[in-house]
Nanobody
Framework: QVQLVESGGGLVQTGGSLRLSCAAS????????MAWYRQAPGKERVMVAR???????YYHDSVRDRFTISRDNGKNTMDLQLNNLEVEDTGVYYC????????WGPGTQVTVSS
């Protein structure tokens, strides 16, 4: 089983920035479309950004122009740069593959205060 570990969350004020990281335990990571998901309190998990093995990115409308997804296939890692954070960005952030869902990692908490 591929293990995923997210890190980098924290508490920031609106307008602040964070950089999240995802580490995968298996090289199969390199061939998969990967995504970052956000689960806000009391809401379902939603995809906020995804990236192909070659680096083509897609963003949810709510984060486009504020978040940047990237990956390093040599290290089996994926990052999400969060800029100009809004209160609505608060939630637990998870990473996972898109076409095949591996066991979810612990996630990393992002809290944005006004």
């Amino acid at each position: 089983q591929v293990q995923l570990v997210e890190s980098g969350g924290g508490l920031v004020q609106t307008g602040g920035s964070l950089r999240l990281s995802c580490a995968a335990s298996d090289n199969i990571f390199r061939s998969k479309i990967m995504a970052w998901y956000r689960q806000a309190p009391g809401k379902e998990r939603v995809m906020v950004a995804r990236i192909t093995p070659g680096g083509t990115a897609y963003y949810h409308d709510s984060v486009r122009d504020r978040f940047t997804i990237s990956r390093d296939n040599g290290k089996n890692t994926m990052d999400l740069q969060l800029n100009n954070l809004e209160v609505e960005d608060t939630g637990v952030y998870y990473c996972n593959a898109v076409t095949i869902v591996w066991p979810w990692g612990p996630g990393t908490q992002v809290t944005v205060s006004s």
